[in-house]
């Protein structure tokens, strides 16, 4: 074939050589657990001081964030573990020195309120799959998969439709001092995100929830209360 | 993996051919395994030893000392943590945690030269100074997050080493590298650094005419 010509061969297999290598390599992408894909994070307001605070008060009930043009009656949010995050959340606050005031006086109310809230996220997309079924993902790239989420490797370059759920639980910490009437602002100190692909096992979500919520205190020293 | 080993095997077709073409030339090509360490900034974004790396350079000499060189080469850094990141903001700070694995992959292509001691086709140690771009795809995950940027660096790349001949016209190379690609564009950190690492090079060379 006339294109194997030292020169083309050569030019043909530097140019393959180049494109392959530039798309580059992720060698430890893959194999992880629904666990390993838990996300903590905290932000707080550096310019507060929060061993000026000692006493909280919580609703005790976690709010359904769902988008503006919802219906209410469409919220599929499980409430199976409202009372395990109610209890983590209170205890975790406890256990940085805070008192929890249960009744609340409006004239005389607690250093801060805890806010807690969940919003849910579904997914979806399609893969498609090379012809050498190899290492690329085109046109949607899910960073992370748990075990069962990985699409076969079709021959003939086929392709998968997938779709999962996400999960966002907050933790709000107000300071009532602190709002702004004309901006109806309130003065948020702390803010703890739990994130997370929501599973259908129970007993794995309880563990996950009751181990992201502590990672939120544990990574916040700065959130001990005053003696 | 199987990327690797199938580059690797197309750049010795590419360049066997290369020797053939070139037989009319006083040249070298070598084909190089490297392991690699990240140095300095880089090495707080990712500090694991990197077992993938590979280099082809080819070399034209010039005088019997001196010689003109051309390399391209791909290096793979990876690492796994559980590491709590602080981050900062105009007006907040925080903190965010969870499984997180850091990728950088590097593509030096440089041009320079190099200077052996020594007689040809014997016992040769080298010096030599390359520069031109290394490209970095740079990658962060966190659970169900990523977070990737890539973009064109200046880089130069000094190199020590010595040729040891292994008859057929062909050598065992082993030499010690150091490459440093200058920071520059949008990074997946808050902070931005020089992409900067050393290596051991392991590897064979050949004359044109093998």
């Known amino acids: 074939m006339h294109f194997l010509k030292k020169g083309r061969f050569q030019l043909f297999a530097l140019l393959l050589t180049a494109s392959l290598a530039m798309s580059a390599c992720y060698p430890s992408s893959g194999g992880l657990s629904v666990e390993d894909l838990d996300v903590v994070a905290t932000v707080y307001d550096p310019e507060v001081d929060f061993s000026n605070y000692r006493t909280f008060a919580m609703p005790d009930s976690v709010v359904h964030l769902l988008p503006d043009d919802a219906d209410p009656d469409d919220d599929n949010i499980s409430r199976s573990f409202d009372e395990l995050i109610l209890r983590e959340v209170a205890q975790g606050l406890t256990d940085l020195g805070y008192v929890r005031v249960l009744e609340p006086d409006p004239d005389n109310p607690p250093d801060l309120y805890a806010f807690v809230s969940i919003s849910t996220t579904q997914w979806a997309g399609y893969v498609g799959y090379p012809w050498w079924g190899g290492w690329g993902w085109y046109g949607g790239y899910p960073p992370g998969w748990g075990p069962g989420w990985g699409p076969g490797y079709p021959w003939y370059g086929g392709g998968v439709v997938y779709s999962y759920e996400t999960g966002t639980l907050f933790v709000d910490l107000v300071d009532p001092e602190r709002q702004d009437a004309p901006t109806r602002e309130i003065g948020t100190t702390w803010i703890g995100a739990l994130n997370g692909l929501l599973e259908n096992s129970s007993a794995g979500t309880a563990t996950r929830l009751n181990t992201g919520i502590r990672q939120m205190y544990e990574q916040s020293a700065y959130l001990k209360a005053g003696s | ?210």
């Open chain 2, 1 to 210: 993996m199987k990327r690797f080993t199938l580059l690797t095997a197309l750049f010795a077709v590419f360049f066997l051919g290369t020797a053939v073409e070139t037989a009319a030339q006083n040249g070298l090509t070598s084909l190089t395994y490297n392991v690699s360490s990240a140095t300095g900034d880089m090495a707080k974004f990712v500090d694991d030893t990197s077992w993938l790396g590979v280099q082809i350079k080819g070399s034209y000499f010039k005088t019997e000392n001196m010689a003109f060189t051309f390399s391209f080469g791909w290096q793979v850094f990876d690492e796994s943590n559980h590491d709590t990141i602080a981050l900062s903001f105009d007006q907040a700070d925080g903190d965010v945690s969870g499984f997180q694995t850091r990728y950088v992959n590097a593509f030096p292509v440089l041009a320079g030269v190099q200077y052996f001691l020594g007689e040809s086709r014997a016992l040769r140690p080298y010096v030599g100074l390359e520069a031109g771009f290394n490209y970095i795809i740079q990658r962060f995950d966190m659970g169900l997050w990523s977070l990737k940027e890539q973009r064109f660096l200046v880089a130069v790349a000094p190199e020590i080493g010595v040729i040891v001949p292994a008859g057929f016209n062909s050598y065992l190379v082993v030499a010690g590298r150091y490459d440093h690609a200058f920071k520059a564009g949008s990074y997946v950190t808050q902070e931005k650094f020089d992409f900067t690492y050393m290596s051991l090079k392991v590897g064979i060379a050949w004359e044109p005419g093998f």
